[in-house]
Each structure stands twice: as C-alpha cells, then as structure tokens.
C-alpha cells in the first residue's frame, strides 16, 4: 500500500480587504478577481508541492467573511498546522491589527499538542509598499512568528516560493516530531501511531479537505 503523503491544514487570517480571499483563488484555480468578493463562504483547498522529491499536500482555509465580527469558530481552528497572518503591504494599520490576530491565534490554539506555525504573509506586492520589512520582522520577533514572507495574489509574484517554504518547514517539523516520538523515553506510554491514527479520523469528522 502506499505511504500517506503528508497533509498539513493552513489557514488565512487577517482584516478584512487585505486579500485573503484573492490568495485562496489564486491557489484553488491559478485566477485573480479585480473586484471584492465578500460573499464567497469559508471554503478550503487543496494544493501539492514538492519537496526534496517528496509530495506534500497544503489544505488551504478560508474565512466566510466573518473575520469582520471576529466570529470566527474554534473548527476553523481545529488540527492547523500553520497560521497564515496577512496583511496588505500598501496600508500599515493592517499590519499593526495583526497583533490582535496573533493573541486570538494563541488562544484558540492554546491546547493543541503541537505549537502552530505563525506566518506573516505581506500581499500586494505589486502596489506601492507603505509598510517597512523591519516593522514586519519586528511583529514577528515579538509574537514568535517563524517566517515573514511577501506576495501577489493579483500576479501570483513570491506565491510558488511562500508555498515551498511553509511546505518544507512543515515536513521538517513533522519529521523532527516522528523522531522524538520514537527517542523519547515516554515512547512506551503514548504510541505514535495510535494517536496519529486518532487525529486522522477528526480530521475526517471535522474538514471537509483534509
Ligand atoms: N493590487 C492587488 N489587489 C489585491 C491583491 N489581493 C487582493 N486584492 C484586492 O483587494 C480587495 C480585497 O480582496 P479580498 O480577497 O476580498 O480580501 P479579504 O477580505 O481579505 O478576503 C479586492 O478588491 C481584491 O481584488 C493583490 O495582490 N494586489
Ligand atoms: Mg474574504
């Protein structure tokens, strides 16, 4: 039988209008929409990359609009292996909201067994920065957000290496996680399989894309 492909859930946050959305259409069908497209619910996909040969898959969430209410539900949440925190480069307040969004990120994730990977995610590369890369890289040093990637949902600029990278950090993690489960000496007591066994059948109760 074949081995599973390793599955990571991602999902977007961020204020309104800085183009959630737009990344989540660029990824699901390679298109870009020039007007607002509020109405489209919370969705998710599914996107697969290559890394070091090995095929890794991206289950991609996005938000009903709520974000707006901060209504956002706990199984948006559930099982996320990475945060996508974005702002838009042209307009500074969004950058600065994000730190609301990173304590809400922490809460929410407060009790899942493993740390969830923070990302700060600057979109609209192709319009006029008005955010310095040193007030993104300050954010992240303080809220322990481990990369800070810069992009276009509009012409798709940085989106194949934003992908590559959070996919090979990802792996990464999970491999260094597998090994300490099998050095730990608490090895005997809590069975990796089991629990991995587990979190796939929630998976399925809960995420319609993986
Ligand atoms: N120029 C430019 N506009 C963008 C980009 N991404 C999104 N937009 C526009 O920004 C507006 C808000 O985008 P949307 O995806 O609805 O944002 P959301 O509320 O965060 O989901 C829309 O008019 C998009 O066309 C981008 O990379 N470049
Ligand atoms: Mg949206």
Known sequence: MAAKKPTFKLVLLGEVGVGKT???????DGTF?????????????????SVEGEEVRLC??????VERFRTLTQGYYRHADAVLLV????????LRMLTS???????RTVMSNTPVLKIIVGNKSDLEHRTSEQAAA????????ELVLQVSARTGEGMKEA?????????ARSRERKRSHLTSPASDDVSPLTLHRRDTTERRQTSRCC
Request: with cysteine.
């Open 163 to 171: 992908l590559q990278v959070i996919a090979g950090k990802l792996l």
């Open 60 to 65: 991609v969430w996005d938000t009903a609009g």
């Open 87 to 94: 702002y838009s480069l042209p307009d500074s307040a969004t």
């Open 22 to 28: 737009s990344l989540f259409l660029r990824l699901k």
């Open 138 to 145: 300050e954010l992240a040093a303080a809220f322990g957000c």
């Open 101 to 107: 969004w990173v304590r809400e990120v922490n809460d």
């Open 33 to 49: 929409l020039e007007d607002s497209h509020a109405s489209i619910g919370v969705d998710c996909c599914e996107t697969a990359v």
